[in-house]
């Protein structure tokens, strides 16, 4: 007998490595959720459990010396990415968007995906102790009709849902077509990442 699993849904976890970058980017983080009024009134019109930039600032690497280091360094995590993914693209991806979320306790992001780019990721640059995990689907879910659950034993690559656990520091990239949502945080203070895009 031979079984052969298909089709795999790649997910990659790597590490900023540069703490005095982490610490550029909190304090950038938090000037933006002080001094954006419009990211701050797009938060509110749409129930975001906190603040981000994600509507109202499209320039965060031309705006801010860390943002742009940011950038930089996650260049090579996606090119890696990318590689890895065996995708045959021609050129190197470009980073299409990038912005801040800073989820307040009991903060969720319900799930979604990002059309129209090919990698999306988060960098962690706050994570207090509870903060709500990435909660990542099976994209095969919507049609696997009459199958049964899984054993709760089964590995990791057999389950219908994975929760990554981020820590200060960590990046995370998927294809952007994988669906995921941020469970809720149940920590105590705020919670700080960046997301991006790229295309």
């Known amino acids: 007998m031979t079984i052969r699993n298909l089709f795999a849904t790649p997910f990659y976890e790597g590490q900023l490595g540069d703490e005095a970058l982490l610490e550029e980017l909190e304090q950038s983080c938090r000037a933006l959720e002080s001094d954006d009024v419009a990211g701050q009134a797009w938060s509110k019109d749409h129930g975001y459990q906190g603040y981000t930039s994600y509507a109202s600032l499209n320039d965060l690497p031309l705006r801010d010396p860390a943002f742009d280091d940011l950038k930089?360094?996650?260049?090579?995590?996606?090119?890696?990415?990318?590689?890895?993914?065996?995708?045959?693209?021609?050129?190197?991806?470009?980073?299409?968007?990038?912005?801040?979320?800073?989820?307040?306790?009991?903060?969720?992001?319900?799930?979604?995906?990002?059309?129209?780019?090919?990698?999306?990721?988060?960098?962690?640059?706050?994570?207090?102790?509870?903060?709500g995990a990435l909660k990542l689907e099976d994209p095969r879910l919507a049609r696997m009709m009459a199958a049964p659950p899984r054993r709760p034993d089964a590995p990791e690559a057999f389950q219908p849902f994975v929760y990554a656990e981020p820590k200060p520091g960590t990046i995370f990239l998927w294809e952007s077509w994988l669906t995921h949502e941020v469970l809720p945080s149940k920590a105590k203070s705020d919670r700080i990442s960046i997301s991006f895009n790229y295309r």
């Open 72 to 131: 930089r360094l996650l260049d090579k995590h996606v090119r890696a990415f990318a590689d890895a993914c065996h995708f045959n693209l021609g050129r190197k991806p470009k980073l299409d968007s990038l912005w801040v979320n800073i989820l307040k306790p009991g903060g969720t992001h319900s799930g979604h995906i990002h059309p129209h780019s090919i990698i999306s990721g988060t960098c962690y640059v706050l994570v207090p102790k509870g903060a």
